[in-house]
Antibody, heavy 122, light 108 residues
Framework: QVQLQESGPGLVKPSQTLSLTCTVS??????????WTWIRQHPGKGLEWIGY?????????SYNPSLKSRVTISVDTSKSQFSLKLNSVTAADTAVYYC????????????WGQGTTVTVSS | EIVMTQSPATLAVSPGERVTLSCRAS??????LAWYQQKPGQAPRFLIY???TRATGIPARFSGSGSGTEFTLTISSLQSEDFAVYYC??????????FGGGTKVEIK
């Protein structure tokens, strides 16, 4: 079955760029109809959707308006990976970051990575 | 933005009891709602979509209902492994996709 695994630095300095990668295994990242998604969870808090890339045709993206000016999600089909870049980070970006697969409207996020903790600190 | 509100924030329940969790949307979302379970230190687990359809492998003791703005997740007989935080999420209108604040089900 499809599995997702996040990777990237656990510590990022303020004002720098947070970069994470999610590797998809056990299935094709090019499978139609899936939105490859990033979600984060601040310590002790709920879930916040960051955005997704829809890896079909135009590779469209959608971002949370609250983060849109700082976020870029991209995909590398050859490596079966999708990535998150969040620039100009502050301590408020400290969180556990999850990648997930969303089946699109009429479905939920059915596959999740284990999550990776990112701390923003000097 | 559609705001999802869950209640109560915490629920203390004994094993074997029936549990009902509520989720309210700030505007109608039809039946475009999913539920997730999250245990400490783990990623969320997909439970239900379309407000009432169980995801693959989810036990029948989990059931969802509702449409429009009011939704419920019911666990018919709480098992020890069900103590967790439960989140609802709407996928009717985005961006952004939004989650409720969660309901923690703890042991009484």
């Amino acid at each position: 079955q499809v599995q997702l695994q996040e990777s990237g630095p656990g510590l990022v300095k303020p004002s720098q760029t947070l970069s994470l990668t999610c590797t998809v295994s056990g299935g094709s990242i090019s499978s139609g109809g899936y939105h490859w998604t990033w979600i984060r969870q601040h310590p002790g808090k709920g879930l916040e959707w960051i955005g997704y890339i829809y890896n079909s045709g135009t590779r469209s993206t959608s971002y949370n308006p609250s983060l849109k000016s700082r976020v870029t999600i991209s995909v590398d089909t050859s490596k079966s990976q999708f990535s998150l870049k969040l620039n100009s980070v502050t301590a408020a970006d400290t969180a556990v970051y999850y990648c997930a697969r969303w089946g699109g409207q009429y479905y939920g996020m059915d596959v999740w990575g284990q999550g990776t903790t990112v701390t923003v600190s000097s | 933005e559609i705001v999802m509100t869950q209640s109560p924030a915490t629920l203390a329940v004994s094993p074997g009891e029936r549990v009902t969790l509520s989720c309210r949307a700030s505007q109608s979302i039809s039946r475009n709602l999913a539920w997730y379970q999250q245990k400490p230190g783990q990623a969320p687990r997909f439970l239900i979509y379309g407000a009432s359809t169980r995801a693959t492998g989810i036990p029948a003791r989990f059931s969802g209902s509702g449409s429009g703005t009011e939704f419920t997740l019911t666990i018919s007989s709480l098992q020890s492994e069900d103590f967790a935080v439960y989140y609802c999420q709407q996928y009717d209108n985005w961006p952004p996709l939004t989650f409720g604040g969660g309901t923690k089900v703890e042991i009484k």
